[in-house]
């Protein structure tokens, strides 16, 4: 009896062993899913600054803070457990779930670069429609509505890679893992994001007359920096787009998984070469594969759209 018992503490102090060791492997796994998701972060933190633009100063923080909560809700208690079940049931849909959402980043990112050589048309088309007038309040739900969309495909994205880091994992290091994941990256980006759209009333409150000259200096500086500075991150979020969906896209198909694989090795030697090289390739397929998207877009809506616009072309 006694050496029953003995046994049977052998054996819990082995689980717990075990579980401890499980358990601290957890940061490593964030680690690591942080670094995969690295593009849609950037893209995040690059589109969604541009939704308080515009709008009362002393309200962006509250904005970002409406946008940032939504945000979590949606990957802690909507995204994350659809990944799991999703995952647990349907394991072959992963895949397909993640290039889905790899071709809207795709369409979303051409978009962008296409919008950046039509002005002339997108300005003509926004003066032909009439302008709506709204209050200042439904213009800001409307712009946290609008940013939630986007973020929730962006999150969508997040979720899935990080499951798809975790797969055979203990079920609790998944949980554990996907749940850092998201509060991490959550505050990560709307923390920065915060900081970027106040940085200007920063710079505004250093150029002012109660501070040293050079402070003052370096106050002004910021003002003028910053519309530079949000243009380029608006280019380099559309770049992440692209670069991002494309990759998705690529691991997603044999074929130009296989090709991925081989560039990297064969540039192995020099890995920040081999990063950019890597980078530059999806960035491109990227490209293509959003002007695919939007042209299959297009036919969809003048294929539903039916009798009403065929005498426009008649």
Known sequence: MPSGFFAL???????????????DDVPTQVAKTTGKVSGIVIDDTAVTPK?????????????IYRIAKKSMVNKLLILSPAALLL?????????PVLMLGGAYLCFEGYEKVHSLFN???????DQEEPV????PEELEQERVNSAVRTDIILSAEIMAIAYNQVTGQPIVNQ????????????????GFVGLIVKADDFGVLLASDKYPPTTQKIGRGIVKFMPHFLTWLGY??????????????????PVTARLLHDLEHALA????????????????????????????????????SGQKNKPQYQ
Do not use: N
């Open 9 to 23: 503490l052998d054996d819990i102090s082995a689980l717990v062993k075990a579980s401890a060791a499980s358990l």
């Open 51 to 63: 939704y308080v633009v515009g709008l009362d100063p002393s309200r962006e923080l509250s904005i």
């Open 87 to 95: 995952g647990y049931f349907i394991p072959w849909a992963i895949t």
């Open 119 to 125: 002005h002339s048309s997108a300005q003509h088309i």
């Open 132 to 135: 709506k007038e709204i209050t």
């Open 175 to 190: 949980i554990l893992v996907m749940a850092a994941v998201a509060v991490f990256i959550t505050i990560a980006v709307y």
């Open 236 to 253: 380099i979020g559309t770049a992440a787009m692209l670069w991002v969906g494309g990759e998705i896209i690529a691991h997603g198909i």
């Open 269 to 304: 030697a020099m890995p920040v070469v081999a990063w950019l090289c890597k980078a530059l390739a999806c960035g491109i397929g990227g490209l293509l594969i959003g002007f695919v998207v939007e042209k299959l877009v297009i036919a969809a809506k003048k294929l539903f």
